[in-house]
């Protein structure tokens, strides 16, 4: 069938469709795609790369900054231990120790504590306040009772006031001191608090023996954790770039964004867990690496990876700390992907930006053409929106095109239609509005009360008669008035379920009597003539009905009963005396009456 004259014109006419700017459009806008797409998979390439020696690059610092800061310790600790070899230092001479301590604490500014504790319990320690830089001196031994007393300093080293005093202080339970006596050799300890304040720290530890290998004491260096954390905050990774610090148990020893990494529970200081930290980055990232690898003791290399955290891509580096194998920490740096896609997206938002352009020339070109091409299909809309505001008279010229000539025929018929069936809905609207007020007209004139009610026992409307049989000043006084019929206007609340039943039964209630509370709380007599209102699938929807005043219809049944009753009375009272008149004056009582009368009593009786 193809060649035919038909389906060519056919085609001719579907062309007039297609020759609009949408195919050019799409051409544009996946040129525009394709440009972007490239664009920004060229950037998230490079995003990748910079990502990957960012986060090494910090790795690196950390390692050298905490290499550094624990090498010191190490250093102290040998160089006191080789003081006390040389005899350059008498272990047995505080004050001399102290003096040491005093000259040794100002070579190196990151050390916090210099101390030194005996077998036999004393303990000498210089200590630096990290917040004003200041030493101070602390003792316990036997001249202190083995309280800690801690002194403040001049500037020669002397000791001044005292500042404070810590009772029962015993070096050889401590953390630090353990540790070495039982390694007998230098030992960093576990993460413990001062025994001063609630700051977590750890010491590096050595272990004094003499020349018979008799312990004679221990030589140790406190560093805290929170200079680790004020380290970690300083260092430049990106605008939102994190690093942590971790125990391979999870624990959390420092970080960029806690101000601590503990928290105080009824006085007692508890470790915070990542696990269970309020970073969502730090507690999304370690359960990551838990997922990934099993546990954080699997982790023995440095490691890379990305994922979601709130909706935005991470880039998070693992590496064991690597120069100080007593601590098993892992250093864990975090960087959003947003702070790298920053001069990236901006470059990609002007190439969209000028593609952007380009389409827009190619829309506003594709639209001028459409509409000299559209012209006649414009006609039809004007006529549209005019018919829509409400001018029916509207009819279109037929065009040569085919399907906008089919289009106009079909435009004109429907408009003809549409007036038709306005013009008989506004009879129809007509006839409804003037039944509408001929009903409402019945309904507030009517002298019998009409009511519409709900099967749970509210008025739904009211007139006005029924208002005024119940003694309310209005409908609506009585619809809020009155919230359970039953009880409110029922005298005998179980003739409103037989009124229910009625009406579920036959659908209809005529004739039914009732007595009835009115607002003021008399009691008046009711008729009611009620039907059931369902829908269409047979469910009920509420009652209405016509109720009639017949309180003074009842009050003459009662009294023409009571009349009744009277004449009742009268007339048998009457008949009897007809019936006593009439047997006196028979024949038959008069021979009676003689018959008596000739009786002589005494004889009788005798």
Known sequence: MIGEPFNYQALRKFRLRTTLVVPFVLQIAAAVGVVGFISFQAGRTAVNDLASQLRNEVTNRIQQKLTHYLDTP???????AGAVAIDEVDITAADAVLRHFW???????TANYISFGTVTGDYLSIDRLEENDTLRVVIANTTTDNDMHIYNTNAEGDRTERAQVIPDYDPRIRP??????????????????????????????????DANDRLLGVFTNNLGLAEIGDFLREIEISDRGQAF???????????????EPFTLIDDEVQRISAMDSEDPLLRTTVAQLQNEFGTLDAIRASQQLTFQ???????????????????????????PEADFMGQINANTRNTLLLSLGALSLAIAIGILTARWITRPILRISHASDSLAQGDLDQHVVPSSILEINTLAHSFNS?????????????????ELRLAEENYRSIFE??????????????????????????????????????????EQVYVDPEQRSEFKKLLANQDMVKDFEYRCYCKDGSIIWTQIDARAVKDSNGNLLYYEGIVQDITERKRREDELRRQLAELKIEIDQKKRRDEVATLTTSTYFQEVQQEISDVNLDEFWS
């Not at 000259?103 to 500014?109: N, V």
């Not at 119940?470 to 609506?476: A, F, L």
């Open 445 to 486: 004139n009517a002298l019998e009360g009409i009511f519409q009610s709900s099967p749970e026992g509210q008025f739904i409307s009211v007139n006005p008669a029924l208002a005024r049989i119940y003694g309310y000043d209005s409908p609506q006084d009585m619809i809020e008035g009155i919230t359970n019929i039953g």
């Open 309 to 335: 955290v709130t909706g935005e891509r991470q880039f998070v580096q693992v590496t064991p700390l690597a120069d100080v194998p007593e601590l098993d920490w892992l250093i864990i740096v975090a960087i």
């Open 414 to 430: 429907m408009s003809g239609q549409l007036k038709d069936s306005f013009t008989t809905l506004e009879q129809k609207n007509e």
């Open 245 to 259: 610090i971790l125990e391979r148990s999870g624990e959390v020893v420092a970080s960029s964004t806690l101000s």
């Open 103 to 109: 000259s040794q604490i100002q070579l190196f500014p």
């Open 74 to 80: 190490s250093l102290i600790n040998q160089l006191n």
């Open 176 to 209: 630090w001191y353990q540790a070495a006596v039982e390694s007998r050799m230098a030992a960093w300890s576990a993460v413990h608090t001062y025994f001063t304040d609630s700051m977590l720290a750890i010491n590096y530890s050595r272990p004094l023996y």
